[in-house]
């Protein structure tokens, strides 16, 4: 084995000479224990463990082998559906918009020009929370309090400074942001 | 009492999906243009106010809107689509009878909500505006026909907030009071002028009616008129939308085409258009029309208008096959010396693929020319229209569609989305 290499049977479970003990467990977490044990853990294992549910059209591949004769294959009862994105960042389809992050008042909160946030119109904005929001007939994406005098817009970065809205101002909310993607 | 419908409509719905993106946009007079920014097809309520009328040749009202500081926008029906589907995903969940009628209008069966009809609506309406940002009207009816009165007082009635139920006699008399017979679903100038001939002055007349005098003064669908004015259900929500019975592919040039070939390539780009969305709904035509016009807007330049038709020995979806009869037609068509302004292709007698007959000589589509058709829809629907084409269709044609106003595709495409 070359000098790089750290590939080892058993990685990720037990140290050498650390010490086991037998445990009874439901076969479901007995699985996800095994898998953790031989550093096998893979996304959808826990997904199925939470019983999450398909939200879109994915091809679901049934079974690896024919079902009649031969072997079957071990892989078979690890068959997982593939990881699907939408269900990851799109919870209402109809509600979720995409847009384009052009400046750097959010770089505090991870939001840098270029980047893709996903918006969803769907959500009332709650204290804390990131949103699309219109000033004067202008978008902008900042932060949402709440505060004792009204709402305040707060950039995050220290160059930017707080936007207090004042009560008669043409202000709203377009949406909450809820994800951001940046392609490396 | 027949389970209430609903008639939900989408405010303004062009000036408002380019209102969503662009607010710069609300409170201002908007108007949007036809395909090839021909005239006007949508209009804000400001820009209604401002005197445009629906169907302005643009040529001819560019001036006024200039001055008059109207803000003007060429078609985007990438993302009036996108938008259209948004708001129908919404009021899905607010009735499984949903028809959708047209791009910005559907009717909803509303059996179960008759103890709160009018709080379903606004909900339903306060749904749709913050989960799309589209603002909608909703009128609630016992049938169809009232169901748009009641949408259309809703519209001109500020203080019903977009939500006007019509269920008792004097509530469906009162809005019928404030109406003319030509703003009821369906009556034109015409019949209009045809139920007064006959005593019918209003629309109370025409409620009040006898349906059978009216139909033999008439027409069956007059009588059927009266019945839904009367509150008896006759036009029946159609969950399943009909068979298709024509298929169009036709558009303006950006300019005057004046060359066969160019005149060839316009017409084989529309037959393959139309032919590809016969293949998505699985149909095959007997009868293909191609039509031609010169601009009737320019009575200085010669005018020609004219169209022929070509029976197909056996009803077929192959853009090859198709595209031959076209050029047959066109054949028949071409004149020289002229100034097209507009071609379109007409796709006709219609048939379930899977039920076309053969002749004696001639047999139906082959199944491998339909796989390459299936290959060459699949190519243009994953990597964008024009991918893989016809050498006929012509590249970069100089007659494409003008759309000088266009705004971003923003809800389809990565590199035209909104920027903050």
């Not at chain 2, 949508?42 to 500081?69: F, Y």
């Amino acid at each position: 084995m070359g000098r790089y290499s750290v590939s080892r049977k058993g990685m990720g479970g037990r140290q050498p000479g650390e010490a086991t003990k037998v445990v009874r467990l439901p076969l479901r977490v007995a699985t996800i224990a095994r898998r953790i044990a031989e550093g096998s853990l893979r996304p959808g294992d826990l997904n199925a463990f939470f019983n999450v549910e398909a939200r879109s059209n994915v091809t679901v591949p049934l079974m690896a082998s024919p079902a009649a004769c031969g072997f079957p294959s071990p892989a078979d009862d690890y068959l997982d559906r593939p990881l699907d994105f939408n269900e990851l960042l799109i919870s209402n389809p109809s509600a979720t918009f995409a847009v384009r992050i052009s400046g750097d008042s959010m770089n505090g909160a991870g939001l840098f020009p270029g980047d893709i946030a996903i918006v969803d119109r769907s959500l009332s904005p709650f204290n804390g929370c990131v949103v699309l929001a219109l000033i004067d007939g202008e978008f902008t994406i900042k932060r949402y309090r709440v505060k004792a005098g009204g709402i305040v817009l707060q950039a995050e970065n220290k160059a930017f400074k707080d936007i207090v809205i004042p009560e008669d101002s043409a202000f709203e909310v377009w949406g909450v942001v809820k994800h951001a993607i940046r392609m490396f | 009492m027949t389970a209430p419908i609903a008639l939900v409509d989408c405010n303004n719905f062009y000036a408002s999906c380019e209102r969503l993106f662009q607010p710069k946009l609300r409170g201002q007079p908007v108007v949007v243009l036809s395909n090839n920014d021909g005239c006007v097809i949508a209009r804000s309520n400001e820009a209604k106010a401002l005197g445009i009328e629906m169907g302005e040749p643009w040529h001819i009202c560019r001036k006024r809107v200039d001055t008059q500081g109207i803000i003007v926008r060429s078609s985007n029906y990438t993302l009036y689509g996108d938008m259209s589907a948004r708001v129908m995903r919404v009021l899905e969940g607010f009735s499984p009878d949903l028809e959708v009628y047209s791009i910005d209008e559907a009717f909803l069966g509303l059996a179960g909500f008759e103890s709160r009809l009018d709080a379903h609506a606004r909900e339903m309406r306060a749904t749709v505006l913050q989960w799309t940002g589209i603002p909608v009207s909703v009128g609630i009816a016992p049938t169809k026909t009232l169901a748009k009165l009641a949408n259309r007082t809703a519209k001109k009635t500020p203080e019903s907030g977009g939500v006007l139920v019509l269920l008792t006699s004097a509530e469906q008399e009162a809005a019928l009071e404030r109406v003319e017979l030509t703003d009821l679903w369906g009556v034109a100038h015409r019949m209009a002028e045809r139920l007064q001939a006959i005593g019918i002055k209003n629309p109370l007349d025409l409620r009040q009616a006898d349906a059978k005098f009216v139909r033999m003064h008439t027409s069956v669908v007059m009588e059927r008129m009266v019945l839904e004015l009367q509150g008896i259900p006759c036009i029946s929500l159609e969950e399943a939308p009909p068979d298709r019975k024509m298929i169009l592919a036709s558009r303006s040039f950006g300019r005057r085409v004046t060359t066969r070939r160019e005149l060839e390539e316009a017409v084989t780009t529309h037959t393959a258009r139309a032919a590809e969305k016969l293949r998505r709904q699985n149909l095959a035509c007997g009868r293909l029309t191609v039509f031609v016009t010169t601009d009737k807007h320019r009575p200085q330049d010669r005018q020609y208008a004219a169209e022929r038709s070509v029976t197909l020995p056996v009803a077929s979806a192959d853009t090859g096959k198709l595209n031959h009869a076209a050029m047959r037609a066109l054949d028949a068509l071409w004149r020289s010396g002229l100034e097209y302004k507009k071609a379109g292709v007409m796709l006709l007698n219609l048939v379930a693929a899977d039920t076309v007959q053969g002749g004696l000589f001639d047999r139906p589509d082959d199944p491998k020319a339909m796989a390459r058709m299936r290959a060459l829809d699949a190519l243009n629907a994953k990597y964008g229209r024009g991918t893989v084409t016809f050498a006929a269709m012509g590249r970069k044609p100089g007659w494409k569609l003008r759309s000088d106003f266009i705004s971003p595709r923003y809800t389809t495409a990565w590199e035209d989305l909104l920027t903050v």
